[in-house]
């Protein structure tokens, strides 16, 4: 059971917009820590996808966009492409546990 | 940008003893924290430890807590992850992570490629 909660699959058609979740609690998101996403390929190194919440790597597309409201966050991936199909994280610290915390990560298929 | 790789992964049988490294390819390794971050097969991504620049600060999740020490070397721009008591479930895939700021909230920027440990007799 993952202190960060995301739903374990999402799936779009090419071109469409998808959006992935990430509920917390008062002792992570909702403490205003930071929220961070992460895109994930099977044998590859995760990569960094929206950092500070909202904001992008440099050679992140802006189709990959991050949004936090309080113990919620949300990544939203429009134009959906076939290589975006991968596992997405987002991550967190938590005050209570004192140390970074995982949602359990979503599935994303592109139908 | 830093390219880190991480070694020392194998097969190790419970409750012995195994030491993690992750070599980063120069000196400004000294001015970020580095994690430790375990993929179980089949699972999510779990975060293991943390450490400060300056090896000031270690932070542990439960699950590894007495068990793992997380060290660095600056002068050999290394990560250390030692883990002691083995047991099966901490057979995974082990990366080594950069924090992208000196906070406790910060992003992982920066990741190597992975290191598979197995647990089993």
């Known amino acids: 059971?993952?202190?960060?909660?995301?739903?374990?699959?999402?799936?779009?058609?090419?071109?469409?917009?998808?959006?992935?979740?990430?509920?917390?609690?008062?002792?992570?998101?909702?403490?205003?820590?930071?929220v961070h996403w992460y895109q994930h390929l099977p044998g590859t190194?995760?990569?960094?996808?929206?950092?500070?919440?909202?904001?992008?790597?440099s050679g992140v597309p802006d189709r990959f966009s991050g949004s936090k409201s309080g113990t919620s966050a949300s990544l939203a991936?429009?134009?959906?492409?076939?290589?975006?199909?991968?596992?997405?994280?987002?991550q967190s610290y938590d005050s209570s546990l004192t140390g970074a915390v995982f949602g359990g990560g979503t599935k994303l298929t592109v139908l | 940008q830093m390219k880190l790789e991480e070694s020392g992964g194998g097969v190790v049988q419970p409750g012995r003893s195994l030491r993690l490294?992750?070599?980063?390819?120069?000196?400004?390794?000294?001015?970020?924290?580095?994690?430790?971050?375990?993929?179980?097969?089949?699972?999510?991504?779990?975060?293991?430890?943390?450490?400060?620049?300056?090896?000031?600060?270690?932070?542990?999740?439960?699950?590894?807590r007495g068990?793992?020490?997380?060290?660095?070397?600056?002068?050999k721009n290394t990560l250390y992850l030692q883990m002691n008591r083995l047991r099966a479930?901490?057979?995974g895939v082990y990366y080594c992570a950069r924090a992208a700021l000196t906070t406790l909230d910060a992003s992982f920027d920066n990741w190597g490629q992975g290191t598979l440990v197995t647990v089993s007799s």
Not at chain 2, 35 to 62: F, N
Request: proline share 5%.
């Open chain 2, 67 to 75: 068990r793992f020490t997380i060290s660095r070397d600056n002068y």
């Open chain 1, 45 to 57: 190194a995760p990569k960094l996808l929206i950092y500070g919440n909202i904001f992008r790597p």
């Open chain 2, 21 to 64: 490294s992750c070599a980063a390819s120069d000196s400004t390794f000294s001015d970020h924290g580095m994690h430790w971050v375990r993929q179980a097969p089949g699972k999510g991504l779990e975060w293991v430890a943390l450490i400060w620049y300056d090896g000031s600060t270690k932070q542990y999740a439960d699950s590894v």
């Open chain 1, 1 to 34: 059971q993952s202190v960060l909660t995301q739903p374990p699959s999402v799936s779009g058609a090419p071109g469409q917009r998808v959006s992935i979740s990430c509920t917390g609690t008062s002792s992570n998101i909702g403490a205003g820590f930071d």
């Open chain 2, 89 to 91: 479930e901490d057979t």
């Open chain 1, 77 to 90: 991936i429009t134009g959906l492409q076939a290589d975006d199909e991968a596992d997405y994280y987002c």
